[in-house]
């Protein structure tokens, strides 16, 4: 199975959740797939030093520092071409919300980097499964309206879904929430969409690396 990969930056608070990309990558080479990553070539909304946790100031490219979680081995995202894979997975981490759409600054209202609309919507039409995890499942949420989705739960529970309420958001978009732990992936059959909480949930890691396995082995099931 082909699969694309597509990245927002590196590292949690402005690019992509590495972690999650990781395991993505991992799960995806266990399914025996072959993969390909991509990114937008545009600037990140923001570079934030992550010892900190405060903006510096500088400016970044994402696809330039995606490239570092590829190894250098990576396209530009206006290239993919969906003929070419079976599938595509979207890892979390705040650079979706700031660089393949505005979701970080405008919630609901925010729009799409058109690359990350046309890939989505390409993928949905041609019927092959799209699989998200952590934040990433706004983008569906944004762009297919009444599709099901999960970022965990819709209550902060334990205290380990401390982002509970964009559940709420992605309901007032008109999609279904659908409530699962970090363990469990949400298969959207109709849409061909499997979401999983990963980082959304206040988890140990190695419980976020199985959670993302089953996302990947739904996906690499429905391509
Ligand atoms: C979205 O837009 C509506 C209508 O303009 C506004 O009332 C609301 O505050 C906005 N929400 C966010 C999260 O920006
Ligand atoms: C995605 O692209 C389609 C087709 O160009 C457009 O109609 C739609 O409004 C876009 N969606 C978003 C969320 O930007």
Do not use: Y
Request: with cysteine; proline share 4%.
């Amino acid at each position: 199975k082909r699969v694309a990969l597509v990245l927002a930056g590196c590292g949690v608070f402005d690019g992509s959740e590495i972690h999650e990309a990781s395991a993505a990558l991992v799960h995806l080479s266990r399914g025996g797939a072959e993969v390909k990553i991509f990114a937008p070539n545009i600037e990140q909304r923001d570079v934030v030093d992550h010892l900190k946790g405060s903006p510096t100031g500088e400016k970044r490219n994402v696809l330039v520092e995606s490239a570092r979680l590829a190894r250098g081995n990576i396209q530009d995202l206006a290239e993919l071409k969906v003929s070419e894979f079976n599938a595509v997975i979207f890892p979390g981490g705040f650079g979706v919300a700031k660089n393949l759409c505005s979701w970080a600054v405008d919630g609901k209202n925010c729009t799409i980097n058109e690359h990350v609309n046309s890939t989505l919507q390409a993928f949905h039409s041609a019927k092959k499964p799209i699989g998200l995890c952590c934040i990433s499942p706004v983008l569906a949420a944004k762009v297919f309206p009444g599709c099901e989705v999960t970022v965990g739960q819709d209550k902060n529970v334990d205290g380990r879904f401390p982002d509970a309420e964009t559940a709420s958001a992605i309901a007032e978009l008109g999609c279904k929430h659908v409530c699962k732990d970090v363990s469990e992936s949400h298969v959207d059959k109709a849409n061909k969409i499997v979401t999983t909480c990963a980082f959304m949930c206040k988890a140990p890691l190695h419980e976020i690396f199985d959670g993302i396995g089953t996302m990947i082995e739904e996906v690499l099931k429905l391509a």
